[in-house]
């Protein structure tokens, strides 16, 4: 796994396990790595992971079966979708919107390559 400087290491793993969990590589009640599995997997110290899986039980997309590890909430697909729409419309649209209105990208341009990149 390639990290990068913007954000934190911990939330760029809860973000992979997120579109796995998205793109359906894991599966509702799935079992997800272990702590040190995923640790050694992604080349990571344990603390990192379990910085990860603490985020990931706290905000409902996994849970842990004591003694069995941790498994996908039935509840992480819709979890992780509204995260990420709140994540991007808090944030990331802000500097994008300013971008467009800098380079003079109308709303019309916006709509109808938005729609282009659908029909790909």
Not at 65 to 79: E, H, N, P, W
């Amino acid at each position: 796994m390639n990290f990068n400087d913007n954000k934190a290491i911990y939330l760029q793993i809860a973000d992979r396990i997120g579109d796995d969990v998205l793109n359906g590589h894991l599966q509702t009640d799935g079992k997800i790595p272990s702590v040190r599995e995923m640790a050694a997997e992604i080349e990571v110290n344990a603390n990192t992971v379990a910085r990860t899986y603490e985020y990931l039980q706290q905000s409902g997309v996994i849970y842990t079966k004591r003694g069995l590890g941790y498994f996908v909430s039935a509840d992480a697909r819709d979890i992780i979708v509204r995260m990420r729409r709140q994540q991007l419309m808090q944030g990331e649209m802000d500097y994008f919107f300013g971008q467009l209105r800098a380079v003079g990208i109308t709303p019309d341009d916006l709509r109808d390559s938005y729609q282009q990149f659908l029909t790909k």
